[in-house]
């Protein structure tokens, strides 16, 4: 039974021009189990994913593929769906105007005898579908109203409609909450148990230890090792050492705390939405000190973000009142601009959305919040803007070869490096860190702390906001808890433990929802 | 939890990476070549349809007279270019520059022809009143925040009414001489020459004297900021070449008629825009706004202001372009300036700007201006049909778009 494999990738090497993305990787997967593939970004994941569902045709990579027993030449992804291997990928690829049934059913449309489409059908099916999956929608509701973690599971569901074999998952649970997290898990131990098997891409490495059967650990376009995870050495230490080649004996690097003056106060901070009628935060006050971290610890919905971008020039929400202090004095910001000179940094949790202009190079990116410490009277200076960001390329570590290459084409953690780079030229007070470490692999996480550390040592105050639990306690030395808009706790970090946060971040939540 | 010290990086490895990774960007001969082939496709294509024309009309594309009229001729949509390729940078469009043209110069020919004003008034009013419309537009598509296609597209058929009201459906002709000599003027003969205008032959050596010493101080500086730069033979290549077609065109004009007064409008207007775009806060603004609007909002640009001057500046360019033609057309028309937006978007996006927004350069707007004039010039000069000209056209609008794209894609495939 152990050696029925569903799939045998072999010696499969892609190259791009100048990079060999993969090189002779060995990949094997057995019926019925889940397979987690971990690596750094750049390791050869998602490439090795693309060759499999086809996305990299046959004859643009040198190997095998054998499914099922049989080798298989695919041409494009309806060939591989068409055999029942379906990608989810980490950005979901739903249409938000169109109903849950009809994204389900896209491509593949559900006809009745006339030959048009029979939506009544379309829709029992659906419904069928998500009881399967566990979410409790109705089928015409418009993917758009639904949560990161429902569109997910609506993802899910249109694999299940292709009568999917190997459903292949690309950081699933990278967007979702702990809740939507844990869903999520069962879900695709249920689909196991009912014979599916699942290769799942991810960074979060107890995801892996608690679901996967077996786990491959890709560096550098090559296969490190496959794990299997009865194995009594099968811990997350292995895996760490395998992805980076060395011993990461810790994730959170060490550092001294000496707090200072206060920097950042928030005073009676209450936000409308900009639409709806209602407070996204309520009433929340707190400091922030120089030489500290301080967390913000809260569920999707909470209000986290609303709170930091309110804060930061009022670029979030309408109706915003309370009192806002930076260094002890008051300050009345009324755009980012203001804020910015106030002394305030964000940064925001997509940077690829809000944070980076991707198609320019990293020399721009780095001066964009703070042209004007590099132009006389409106004049740019080039080769100091160069300098300046030559300098932050080699002070974070930003691994391109000049400070011309394009953005978009860094690796994630090398994109936050910018992001963080951009915010550091600005010289700000006090860094509000938005999910700073989001999609980012475990290397560049621990330079991303690194960071951290170097700035409040410096004196400068870090407001840090994190769904990682862990990381906010490894990171900070004091945490908020906000739930639904309110802050229902302040803890120092000697005293908190996940659970304690938690039962925080979840207070209130039924009696305000 | 445990708390260790940091993993030590290896910093000699970085370096030497990266010094590798500067070295082949100079010396490594198929790169550049490769590299360049795709950022300066434009300009192949360029020489490739002059030397084309060349051919096919025996030489005579090339005379002197000629170039004199190529440059007469698209002056005003080149001008107009300028200012479009800003306002497509920033992701917007403009629909309603012809028809701002055709207003601006029947202000002016009201005030010079019908009221008797001196020529100069008519320059101001014109001037005015392209700004006045560029307030209006940026009003609202930054403070209201109308899409520019909208905004524009109702700007299209309110200044064509404006026009018609103005002028009263009628032509207004002729402008007075000095009026006249904006457009079809020339320097000639300031300090002599034989057969030939030494004046037109001067500023030449000293347009190709100031870029030399430009392209060499921007080299120093960037050495000594440790830049990667050119391999000095190639650097002093690239400066003969230049030199080389810049006198080439100014021995040519020097043989026609001199220097006409639109080209050093022109050569100012594109030296100044270029910087504008390049080297200033503001420039770099209406990039960092048209390649993520969200992204510059919250870097503290102020986006609405930016929006707000670049159709003030697409307003104050319309009536420099309005001048120019109310002057060679020597008269306003109801009609001016009809389509004159699509040759400014068209030489926009040839020359290399971005559907999205985010991308493009003056100069590369006006090549791609150029290669439009060059096309026309030279169809008309082998008396290809209106029709089949259009069609042309619209063909090499596309291919110029699809290389780009091709590009891009090809770009991003090779990560």
């Known amino acids: ?513 | 939890m445990t708390r260790t010290a940091p993993p030590p990086a290896d910093p000699t490895k970085e370096q030497a990476t990266t010094s590798a990774a500067l070295h082949a960007g100079t010396s490594d001969i198929r790169s550049l070549i490769t590299r360049n082939l795709r950022q300066s496709g434009i300009y192949i294509a360029f020489v490739a349809i002059i030397a084309l024309f060349a051919i096919l009309t025996d030489g005579v594309s090339l005379s002197p007279i000629n170039i004199t009229n190529i440059v007469l001729q698209y002056s005003y949509i080149l001008v107009l270019a300028i200012g479009m390729v800003i306002v497509i940078i920033g992701g917007h469009i403009d629909l309603s520059v012809g028809s701002v043209v055709a207003l601006t110069g029947a202000i002016s020919a009201v005030l010079v022809i019908q009221r008797g004003f001196p020529w100069w008034a008519g320059i101001v009013a014109a001037l005015a009143v392209g700004i006045a419309v560029g307030v209006w537009q940026g009003f609202w598509v930054a403070y209201v925040g109308i899409p520019a296609f909208i905004v524009t597209l109702a700007g299209m058929l309110l200044f064509r009414g404006l026009t018609l009201r103005v002028l009263d459906n009628i032509s207004l002709s002729p402008f007075p001489a000095e009026y006249q000599f904006i457009a079809s003027g020339f320097l000639n003969g300031l300090i002599g020459g034989q057969g030939f205008d030494a004046f037109t032959l001067l500023i030449g050596a000293v347009g190709v004297a100031g870029y030399a010493v430009s392209t060499f101080r921007t080299r120093t500086a960037r050495i000594t900021y440790h830049q990667p730069v050119e391999s000095f033979p190639l650097f002093v290549a690239r400066i003969v070449l230049v030199g080389a077609v810049v006198m080439y065109f100014a021995w040519q004009l020097a043989h026609a008629r001199g220097l006409p007064i639109v080209l050093i409008i022109l050569a100012v207007l594109v030296l100044a825009y270029g910087l504008l775009t390049k080297r200033t806060v503001f420039g770099r603004q209406v990039y960092a706004i048209g390649g993520n609007l969200s992204a510059a909002m919250l870097s503290g640009v102020k986006v609405r202001a930016v929006n707000f001057w670049i159709f003030v500046n697409m307003g104050l360019l319309s009536g420099v372009a309005g001048v120019i033609f109310s002057s060679r057309s020597n008269g306003a028309q109801p009609a001016a300036g009809n389509m004159f937006e699509l040759d400014a978007i068209a030489a926009a996006f040839i020359g290399g700007a971005a559907v999205t927004g985010g991308v493009g350069t003056v100069v590369g707007a006006m090549v791609g201006g150029l290669i439009m004039a060059v096309m026309s010039n030279g169809m008309q000069l082998m008396g290809i049909d209106q029709s089949i000209q259009s069609v042309v056209k619209c063909l090499v609008l596309l291919l110029a778009v699809a290389f780009d794209v091709y590009n891009k894609r090809r770009a991003n495939a090779s990560r």
């Open chain 1, 1 to 513: 039974m152990d050696d029925d494999y569903i799939l045998e990738m072999r010696d499969i090497t892609k190259t791009f021009p100048g990079v060999k993305a993969l090189s002779d990787v060995n990949f094997a997967v057995r019926r019925g189990e889940i397979h987690a593939i971990c690596g750094e970004n750049g390791a050869g994941k998602s490439t090795l994913m693309k060759v499999l569902s086809g996305v990299y045709p046959t004859g643009s990579y040198d190997g095998e593929i054998i499914y099922d027993g049989q080798p298989v030449r695919f041409s494009g992804i309806r060939d591989s769906e068409h055999v029942g291997i379906v990608i989810i990928h980490q950005e979901l690829a739903l249409v938000p105007y169109l109903s849950i049934a009809e994204n389900i059913y896209l491509g593949n449309e559900v006809r009745g005898r006339s030959g048009l489409i029979d939506w009544n059908k379309a829709n029992a099916k659906s419904a069928r579908l998500l009881a399967q999956v566990g979410l409790d929608e109705n089928p015409v509701t418009p993917v758009g109203e639904l949560g990161v973690g429902k569109q997910q599971l609506v993802e899910i569901a249109k694999a299940l409609s292709k009568d999917v074999r190997l459903l292949i998952l690309d950081e699933p649970t990278a967007a979702l909450n702990d809740n939507d997290s844990a869903h999520l898990l069962n879900l695709l131990r249920t689909l196991r148990d009912g014979g599916i098997t699942c290769i799942m891409i991810s960074h979060k490495l107890n995801e892996i230890i608690s679901i996967a059967d077996r786990t491959t650990v890709i560096r550098d376009g090559q296969t490190v090792e496959t794990i299997d995870m009865r194995d009594a050495d099968a811990t997350q230490d292995r895996i760490i050492r395998g992805m980076v080649g060395r011993s990461i004996e810790s994730f959170y690097p060490d550092r001294e705390s000496h707090p200072g003056e206060e920097i950042l106060r928030v005073e009676d901070w209450t936000v409308w939405h900009p639409v709806q009628d209602r407070k996204v935060v309520d009433g929340a006050n707190l400091t922030v000190r120089a030489g500290e971290v301080v967390g913000i610890a809260g569920l999707m919905g909470a209000g986290r973000t609303e709170l930091a971008m309110s804060v930061f020039g009022r670029s979030y929400g309408r109706n915003i009142s309370g009192r806002l202090f930076v260094s002890g004095k008051e300050v009345r910001t009324r755009n980012v601009a203001e804020a910015i000179d106030a002394g305030i940094a964000y940064a925001t949790e997509d940077r690829k959305k809000y944070g980076l202009n991707l198609i320019q190079d990293i020399r721009t990116n780095v001066s964009a919040a703070a042209l004007d410490k590099l132009a006389q009277r409106g004049w740019v200076n080039g080769n100091e803007e160069i300098k300046v960001a030559e300098g932050y390329r080699s002070d974070m570590n930003i691994k391109a070869p000049t400070v011309m290459s394009i953005v978009g084409k860094l690796s994630g953690g090398n994109q936050q490096k910018v992001v963080l780079s951009k915010w550091l030229y600005t010289d700000p007070e006090v860094l509000i860190l938005d999910e700073p470490t989001r999609g980012i692999d475990v290397g560049a996480k621990y330079e991303i702390y690194v960071i951290i550390n170097k700035l409040v040592a410096a004196g400068k105050a870090v407001l840090v906001i994190s769904s990682e639990l862990p990381e906010l306690l490894g990171i900070c030395d004091r945490i908020y808890t906000l739930s639904a808009g309110r802050i229902t706790g302040e803890v120092p970090v000697h005293e908190a433990t996940q659970e304690s946060l938690m039962a925080l971040m979840t207070k209130e939540r039924e009696l305000v929802g």
